[in-house]
């Protein structure tokens, strides 16, 4: 996904104007609203491995509307696969997070979701990584590209890369453990509102509505953070591919951070690091936006960012995990899914601001500094409690 966002946005720039790629954005984010709570429900009512293996054969058939996207070199069919992309993503993601508690023991929830977070990060670092060159083959060598370095365009080129990755997908897919449905007889709700309404109500009753605001607000951040790079090229004066890097860099910090916070919480959850990875991506953010443009400098930045994310993020998807009901895992992981896109789509509105009011993108970094600050303050004031609280470290005892 992120590899069509990325080299769709330098695709398309021109048609959709000055920050572009948050439009871009929305196509991402919205679906996620909407259609988290149906794939919640499905996710408690189906078998989560059989759930996966539809929803990866129906990624095949939105990577080859993507590529008749690039072939034709048609902005609104492009935005429409992104929609339809978003969309298939929604109804994956409570399956994906869902079933993890299904296939380790509680004590390894920790260390399974920072090696889910590390293989994930994986996935990103290729996507950003390759979205350069595969910019470079759509535009036949791009514009900034010397005369006798250009070559002729091959348009076909990004959506056959996202089939390819489809197929990977699916093929992946097949492998999964056969597992049974947690909750088949749960009345299907269609609508929306009411669903998470409900779920909403649920969650609070105990810690996890709070967890997933904290989740959430990590993506109005990251959000915010990810539409800043493309535009750096400018701010440092380099090419594409090489800023391109710069993403790569952030999803390798991310993914180490990702193990290390489960290694350091062992066989148990460790709210404690939430503070720590929320305080760092504050300082790294206020760094990136004071620091002088320089390509090591931002990169170095970057990484730190991107490890301090890793000891934010691995708690609270295993709280998130461990504190949902099975019976009702899917829908409270649907509802937490749609709340932390819904911030999603506020850090692309911010960023929209921004770039309305001209704002040098490295400065953009300081907002994000902002909101880490004041966010992580109010957060961490309603969660001191829980952040000291053994009830919550406690989880099944490692078997032998």
């Given at each position: 996904m992120l590899t069509f966002a990325v080299a769709a946005a330098g695709v398309w720039s021109g048609a959709l104007g000055d920050g572009g790629q948050s439009y871009v954005a929305f196509c991402l984010t919205i679906p996620f609203i909407i259609f988290s709570g149906y794939g919640g429900q499905i996710a408690d009512r189906v078998s989560k491995q059989r759930m996966t293996v539809v929803i990866k054969a129906v990624e095949i058939g939105v990577a080859l509307a993507a590529l008749t996207a690039f072939w034709s070199g048609n902005v609104w069919i492009g935005l429409g696969a992104m929609i339809l992309l978003a969309t298939q993503s929604a109804f994956f993601g409570p399956a994906k997070y869902g079933m993890i508690p299904e296939l380790v023991r509680d004590s390894d929830l920790s260390r399974a979701n920072g090696m889910i977070n590390m293989f994930t990060n994986l996935a990103v670092i290729a996507g950003t990584v390759l979205a350069g060159p595969l910019y470079v083959a759509f535009n036949g060598g791009g514009s900034q590209t010397a005369a006798?370095?250009?070559?002729?365009?091959?348009?076909?080129?990004?959506?056959?890369?996202?089939?390819?990755?489809?197929v990977l997908g699916l093929g992946a897919s097949l492998f999964l453990p056969r597992l049974e449905a947690q909750a088949p007889r749960t009345r299907f709700d269609w609508n929306p509102v009411g669903t998470y309404w409900r779920a909403g109500?649920?969650?609070?009753?105990?810690?996890?509505?709070?967890?997933?605001?904290?989740?959430?607000?990590?993506?109005?951040?990251?959000?915010?953070?990810?539409?800043?790079?493309?535009?750096?090229?400018?701010?440092?004066?380099?090419?594409?591919?090489?800023?391109?890097?710069?993403?790569?860099?952030?999803?390798?910090?991310?993914?180490?951070?990702?193990?290390?916070?489960?290694?350091?919480?062992?066989?148990?959850?460790e709210p404690r690091l939430i503070p720590i990875g929320a305080g760092g991506m504050t300082a790294m953010f206020l760094a990136l936006g004071l620091a002088p443009a320089h390509y090591g400098t931002v990169a170095v930045l970057l990484f730190g960012a991107g490890v301090f994310a890793g000891f934010y993020i691995v708690p609270l998807q295993a709280l998130l995990q461990h504190l949902s009901p099975a019976g009702e895992r899917g829908r409270m992981l649907g509802t937490a899914n749609a709340m932390s896109f819904v911030a999603s789509t506020l850090g692309g509105v911010i960023f929209l601001v921004a770039s309305t009011l001209k704002m040098p993108a490295n400065r953009v970094f300081l907002i994000c500094a902002a909101l880490a600050l004041v966010g992580t303050g109010i957060l961490i004031w309603f969660m001191r409690r829980m952040l000291h609280d053994p009830e919550m470290r406690k989880v099944a005892p490692p078997q032998e």
């Amino acid at each position: 996904m992120l590899t069509f966002a990325v080299a769709a946005a330098g695709v398309w720039s021109g048609a959709l104007g000055d920050g572009g790629q948050s439009y871009v954005a929305f196509c991402l984010t919205i679906p996620f609203i909407i259609f988290s709570g149906y794939g919640g429900q499905i996710a408690d009512r189906v078998s989560k491995q059989r759930m996966t293996v539809v929803i990866k054969a129906v990624e095949i058939g939105v990577a080859l509307a993507a590529l008749t996207a690039f072939w034709s070199g048609n902005v609104w069919i492009g935005l429409g696969a992104m929609i339809l992309l978003a969309t298939q993503s929604a109804f994956f993601g409570p399956a994906k997070y869902g079933m993890i508690p299904e296939l380790v023991r509680d004590s390894d929830l920790s260390r399974a979701n920072g090696m889910i977070n590390m293989f994930t990060n994986l996935a990103v670092i290729a996507g950003t990584v390759l979205a350069g060159p595969l910019y470079v083959a759509f535009n036949g060598g791009g514009s900034q590209t010397a005369a006798a370095d250009r070559f002729e365009p091959s348009p076909w080129v990004p959506g056959a890369a996202m089939l390819g990755v489809a197929v990977l997908g699916l093929g992946a897919s097949l492998f999964l453990p056969r597992l049974e449905a947690q909750a088949p007889r749960t009345r299907f709700d269609w609508n929306p509102v009411g669903t998470y309404w409900r779920a909403g109500r649920e969650m609070a009753r105990t810690p996890l509505l709070l967890v997933a605001l904290a989740w959430s607000y990590f993506y109005l951040i990251g959000m915010l953070a990810l539409l800043i790079l493309p535009d750096y090229p400018s701010v440092l004066g380099v090419d594409e591919d090489q800023a391109a890097l710069l993403m790569g860099v952030l999803g390798v910090a991310i993914g180490i951070g990702s193990v290390a916070a489960g290694l350091v919480s062992g066989h148990h959850i460790e709210p404690r690091l939430i503070p720590i990875g929320a305080g760092g991506m504050t300082a790294m953010f206020l760094a990136l936006g004071l620091a002088p443009a320089h390509y090591g400098t931002v990169a170095v930045l970057l990484f730190g960012a991107g490890v301090f994310a890793g000891f934010y993020i691995v708690p609270l998807q295993a709280l998130l995990q461990h504190l949902s009901p099975a019976g009702e895992r899917g829908r409270m992981l649907g509802t937490a899914n749609a709340m932390s896109f819904v911030a999603s789509t506020l850090g692309g509105v911010i960023f929209l601001v921004a770039s309305t009011l001209k704002m040098p993108a490295n400065r953009v970094f300081l907002i994000c500094a902002a909101l880490a600050l004041v966010g992580t303050g109010i957060l961490i004031w309603f969660m001191r409690r829980m952040l000291h609280d053994p009830e919550m470290r406690k989880v099944a005892p490692p078997q032998e």
